[in-house]
C-alpha cells in the first residue's frame, strides 16, 4: 500500500480555510508526511465589471498569495514542509485534478461545510475522478485520534480501508474498531418471530465478521462493532452510532461490494459524503 507522502489542501478563503490548515498540519504530523501542498483557484469569472476597474492596478495573485502564506504560517503548526499554490484557471476542478497528477499527490484534503448551498459539488467531482485518497474535514473536526472506526460490508474493496489504518497506527496509537451494518431479511418478517432470529443473524454475522478479518494482514489488534440497521440507511446509523462511540475518523472504501463502474461511488460512500458530518471521512482507493 503505498503511503501518504504528500497531500494537497483546497482552500477558497472561507472561513473554513482556517479549520483545514489546521487539520493539515495535525493529519501530516500522524502520517509522517514530506510536503503539504496548499492550493486556491482566484475565479475571476465572479468578479464584477465595477470590480474589475478597481482591481486594474493590483496584482490579485499576489495579494490573495500573501494572505494565504499569512494563514498557513499561523495555523500550520508542524515542521513539514509546505507550498502555497496559485492559479486563475476558469475551471477548478480541472487545474487540482492537473495538481493531483503533476505532484503525484496521495492525499486530496477539502472542507466540509455541511450542505451549505453548492459546497460539496466541486469536492463530489473531485472524490469521483481524481485516484488519491480524499479527505473530507468538517468546520469543527476534533483534533484527535483517539478511536478510528473502518465501515466493511466484507468486500474486497474495503480491505484496502484496513492498510491504510496500518499506516496511520504506526506513527499514532488509536484504538480501532472494524464496523459493519446489518439488518434482518425484511421479506421474511411476517412470518419469523425478531427474538428467535436475531440471536442466529448475529452468529452469522459474527462468523462472517471472523473470517473477514482473518484474512486482513494488520499489525494490531482490530475489534469488531456489529450495528443493527433496522429501518435507517447505513450511513444513517453510521453516523449516529459513531457520534454517540466518540469516533475521531470515519474510514470507507470508495466502492462497496456492488459497484461495477471505476466512476461509480459505493452507494453507502455517496449517503456518507452527502450528509452532514461533524466527523473526517476519509474515502480510500485503490
Given at each position: 500500500m503505498r503511503p501518504i507522502k504528500k497531500i494537497l489542501v483546497g482552500l477558497d478563503l472561507s472561513d473554513i480555510d482556517q479549520q483545514l490548515i489546521r487539520y493539515s498540519s495535525f493529519f501530516?504530523?500522524?502520517?509522517?508526511?514530506?510536503?503539504?501542498?496548499?492550493v486556491h483557484n482566484i475565479k475571476r469569472y465572479e468578479i464584477s465589471e465595477m470590480l474589475e476597474k478597481e482591481l486594474e492596478d493590483i496584482d490579485l495573485e499576489e495579494l490573495i498569495t500573501e494572505e494565504l502564506k499569512d494563514r498557513v504560517d499561523e495555523n500550520f503548526n508542524t515542521e513539514v514542509e509546505w507550498e502555497v499554490l496559485?492559479?486563475?484557471?476558469?475551471?477548478?476542478?480541472?487545474?487540482?485534478?492537473?495538481?493531483?497528477?503533476?505532484?503525484?499527490?496521495?492525499?486530496?484534503?477539502?472542507?466540509?461545510k455541511n450542505n451549505e448551498e453548492g459546497s460539496g459539488i466541486l469536492a463530489f467531482k473531485l472524490l469521483r475522478t481524481t485516484r488519491?485518497?480524499?479527505?473530507?474535514v468538517p468546520e469543527n473536526a476534533s483534533m484527535e485520534m483517539k478511536k478510528v472506526w473502518?465501515?466493511?460490508?466484507?468486500s474486497n474493496s474495503s480491505k484496502k480501508c484496513f492498510a491504510y489504518a496500518d499506516l496511520?497506527?504506526?506513527?499514532?496509537?488509536?484504538?480501532?474498531?472494524?464496523?459493519?451494518?446489518?439488518?434482518?431479511?425484511?421479506?421474511?418478517s411476517p412470518y419469523l418471530?425478531?427474538?428467535?432470529?436475531?440471536?442466529?443473524?448475529?452468529?452469522?454475522i459474527d462468523k462472517r465478521f471472523d473470517?473477514?478479518?482473518?484474512?486482513?494482514?494488520?499489525?494490531?489488534?482490530?475489534k469488531k462493532y456489529k450495528i443493527l440497521g433496522r429501518e435507517a440507511n447505513v450511513a444513517s446509523r453510521l453516523k449516529k452510532e459513531a457520534y454517540k462511540n466518540d469516533v475521531n475518523l470515519l474510514m470507507v472504501a470508495d466502492k462497496g461490494s456492488n459497484t461495477i463502474?471505476?466512476?461509480?461511488?459505493?452507494?453507502?460512500?455517496?449517503?456518507?459524503?452527502?450528509?452532514?458530518?461533524?466527523?473526517?471521512?476519509l474515502i480510500i482507493k485503490d
Open positions: 501530516a504530523d500522524i502520517i509522517d508526511v514530506d510536503k503539504v501542498y496548499f496559485i492559479s486563475d484557471d476558469p475551471y477548478t476542478e480541472s487545474l487540482i485534478s492537473y495538481i493531483v497528477n503533476k505532484y503525484s499527490i496521495d492525499l486530496l484534503m477539502m472542507g466540509n488519491c485518497q480524499f479527505l473530507w473502518v465501515g466493511t460490508d466484507f496511520l497506527k504506526s506513527n499514532h496509537d488509536f484504538e480501532l474498531e472494524a464496523v459493519h451494518v446489518y439488518s434482518l431479511p425484511v421479506h421474511f418471530n425478531n427474538s428467535e432470529i436475531n440471536p442466529k443473524m448475529e452468529e452469522y473470517n473477514f478479518l482473518r484474512k486482513i494482514d494488520f499489525s494490531d489488534k482490530i463502474s471505476n466512476l461509480t461511488l459505493g452507494s453507502i460512500t455517496e449517503d456518507l459524503f452527502n450528509r452532514e458530518l461533524k466527523i473526517p471521512l
